[in-house]
């Protein structure tokens, strides 16, 4: 399956243009800041947080926007002869970049590697960029490489590690994939610490607590996670790694406290800071409830959280047809239909109350982060969500509810291959086609 998911990133990497992931330019950004030594992003003047970014890529990055923002606009031999006579500059100028302001920028290590390996041995920006994207998709790949060796996925979880919205940004420079894939990483590891005999397996327990420190500290919805080594604890009594695990939450919300005194995001004007924000609503339950109420009862709500976690790409201006995301969650349902085992489900309910209970908070996480952040206040609906963000949430009930594919019997594990295969397959396909007719060919009306 990686050697699949190898020559999906691949193609996807030479058709899709450049910075077309959602804030992708934001991503970038924020690896090349780190590259250069800078940590905390600040407001310069009236200006939202930011950082000096090199005179060079602000001109690839503005050449490209217009691309991402514009849905009828395409790629010209223009553009790309103007991206690629573009060459690093000594002069750097302050760019605003709040969207990336509050991540801890370590978990961007192989993206400022490779723009700086890039800037190093003279390669344009152009092809800087090119390498940054088939590094943090190696990146992401041995990632899983790794999780698949210590747990194997179940069926269902490859699917939604192969969905047109996963692969798509799997294969650009944005955080999701790296932060996807060491989700995936956290969760092997723990179910192999809950196989194996309690304090047998030291290194893959620090290998957890780096893992998620990276994770919490760029993707605060995912702080729940920390119930694992909770849990772990309960089992296995050792203090020192309660401890490190308490460590590691202490200094994701020492870094969450210090950005937030950096951060200034002036994208959604508000009278009040999104801090007075969330404090309104602690002290208003009824007022938070209602609002999270509103919002995941509204239909059109609903569809687009749909329609975005199956596969929304470019910056959100490049839907499927609407069959398509019916035949991406029927063939879903098929190959979660074919894997499931009841079985299973009794094996391991506890940790199926677990792994529930932990996506449900990451899910309230998501929508009160929204809430606070981007939503104006007061509103009777929360915005700003894409169904992007429940991934990781899904990606831990498909580890809960499905036995791993290596677990199921012959007929059903060859069954599920295919299946699995298919779909991604089919994926492709359908992702290569609306590439090509969002940013290449020009459709007469």
Request: glycine share 4%; charged share 10%; net charge positive.
């Amino acid at each position: 399956m990686l050697s699949l998911l190898l020559v999906i990133f691949l193609v996807l990497i030479s058709l899709t243009p450049p910075l077309q992931s959602p804030d992708e330019y934001d991503h970038i950004k924020r690896a090349y800041a780190l590259g250069e030594g800078t940590i905390f992003f600040k407001p310069l003047g009236n200006q939202s947080s930011g950082a000096m970014i090199d005179d060079g890529l602000l001109k690839y990055i503005n050449l490209y926007e217009p691309l991402g923002l514009d849905p009828e606009r395409k790629i010209n031999s223009k553009d790309l002869k103007a991206a690629r006579e573009l060459h690093w500059e000594e002069t750097k100028s302050f760019s605003a970049t709040p969207a990336t302001a509050f991540y801890f920028p370590l978990i961007y290590a192989p993206q400022a590697f490779a723009l700086k390996l890039g800037k190093l041995i003279g390669l344009s920006i152009n092809q800087s960029y090119y390498l940054t994207r088939f590094v943090t998709s190696a990146t992401i790949l041995i990632i899983l490489g790794i999780a698949f060796a210590i747990t194997a996925p179940s069926p269902v979880t490859l699917a939604l590690l192969m969905m047109p919205m996963s692969v798509y940004q799997f294969s650009s420079t944005s955080l999701d994939g790296i932060a996807t894939a060491l989700s995936v990483l956290l969760i092997s590891i723990f179910l192999k610490l809950l196989r194996d005999p309690p304090n047998t397996n030291g290194k893959l327990f620090w290998l957890a607590v780096a893992s998620f420190g990276l994770l919490a500290s760029s993707r605060l919805q995912l702080l729940p996670m920390f119930l694992l080594f909770f849990v772990l604890f309960i089992r296995d009594k050792n203090k020192a790694h309660l401890t490190s695990a308490l460590i590691t939450v202490g200094l994701v919300c020492a870094w969450i406290v210090i950005a937030g005194k950096y951060t200034v995001d002036h994208r959604v004007p508000s009278e009040i800071s999104s801090g007075q924000v969330a404090l309104a609503y602690v002290k208003a339950p009824w007022s938070l409830i209602q609002v999270i109420w509103n919002t995941l009862t509204d239909e059109p709500t609903l569809r687009g959280y749909f329609s975005s976690f199956l596969g929304m790409l470019g910056w959100l201006t490049a839907p499927f047809p609407g069959r398509t995301y019916i035949y991406l969650a029927i063939a879903i349902l098929i190959i979660s239909s074919t894997s499931l085992s009841i079985k299973h489900i009794r094996t391991n309910w506890q940790v199926i109350v677990l792994f529930l209970f932990i996506a449900l908070l990451s899910v309230l996480l998501i929508l009160f982060a929204m809430l606070t952040t981007w939503t104006p206040y007061p509103s009777d609906k929360i915005i700003g969500v894409q169904g992007r963000y429940f991934l990781v949430p899904a990606i831990l009930m498909s580890y809960a509810l499905f036995p791993s594919i290596t677990q199921l019997n012959d007929y059903r594990s060859s069954v599920s291959h295919i299946l699995v295969i298919s779909f991604a397959l089919y994926s492709l396909f359908m992702t290569i086609n609306l590439l090509l007719s969002r940013y290449y060919i020009l459709i007469a009306s």
